[in-house]
């Protein structure tokens, strides 16, 4: 498999439980990224991972904790999420500044 | 501060060409990128300047001028799968930090 993965493609999910959201890399890039993509809105940066580093937080509230094990794999742990936090995660990796390669996405839904 | 400005739609025909510009303030600017969005899809990368200039890969060109704080993708001999949205987010510091503006949304019709 080549290329970025991300799962599960699409959640449902009660503002009571945790869910986590999985993606994978095989492309040998050494970052790692978590986006937001909501409806109407611009893409936002969630987090960074630099050689399994966070290097980057961008005020992201607690309810979404991530986790980089290695350099191919990144999760984002979610518990008590709001309604509006259904969105559309995306999951991107790159060797440097130059260029990201996005994974489908997760379609979240919170209900 | 940071900001982004690009038109939100664009309509050309097939087979035309069609220039979307992009302004930007960025703290700590490193490089302009392009990416395609299609409905319901991941951005692609489609090009990246850091330096002043035009970079051309097949129908797509990017252009940047530092100085000025301006960009512009050029896509040339349209088709109908050129219909999708584009963003141009800059590259702010060296840890890969992109920031993305609303995006334009190109439409190519027959």
């Known amino acids: 498999e080549t290329g970025v993965t991300q799962t599960p493609r699409h959640l449902v999910m009660g503002m009571t439980n945790k869910k986590s959201l999985k993606c994978e890399q095989h492309l040998g890039h050494n970052a790692m990224y978590w986006y937001k993509q909501s409806a109407k809105k611009p893409l936002e940066l969630m987090f960074v991972?630099?050689?399994?580093?966070?290097?980057e937080n961008n005020s992201v509230p607690s309810r979404f904790s991530p986790e980089c094990p290695n350099s191919s794999h990144l999760f984002l742990h979610l518990h008590t999420l709001q309604p509006e936090d259904s969105a559309l995660y995306l999951c991107a990796s790159s060797l440097g500044p130059r260029a990201q390669y996005f994974g489908p996405g997760t379609r979240l839904l919170v209900l | 501060g940071q900001s982004l400005e690009q038109p939100s739609e664009v309509t050309a025909v097939e087979g035309a060409i069609v220039q979307i510009n992009c302004t930007y303030q960025?703290?700590?600017?490193?490089?302009l990128s392009w990416y395609q969005q299609h409905d319901g899809g991941a951005p692609t990368f489609l090009s990246y300047?850091?330096?002043?200039g035009l970079e051309e890969t097949g129908r797509f060109s990017s252009f940047l001028s530092r100085s000025d704080s301006y960009g512009y993708l050029l896509l040339q001999e349209l088709q109908m799968k050129d219909s999708a949205s584009y963003f141009c987010p800059t590259c702010s510091g060296n840890t890969g930090k992109l920031i993305f503006g609303q995006g334009t949304t190109l439409q190519v019709k027959p």
């Open positions: 300047n850091a330096l002043d």
């Open positions: 960025t703290s700590g600017f490193y490089g």
């Open positions: 991972y630099s050689l399994e580093e966070r290097v």
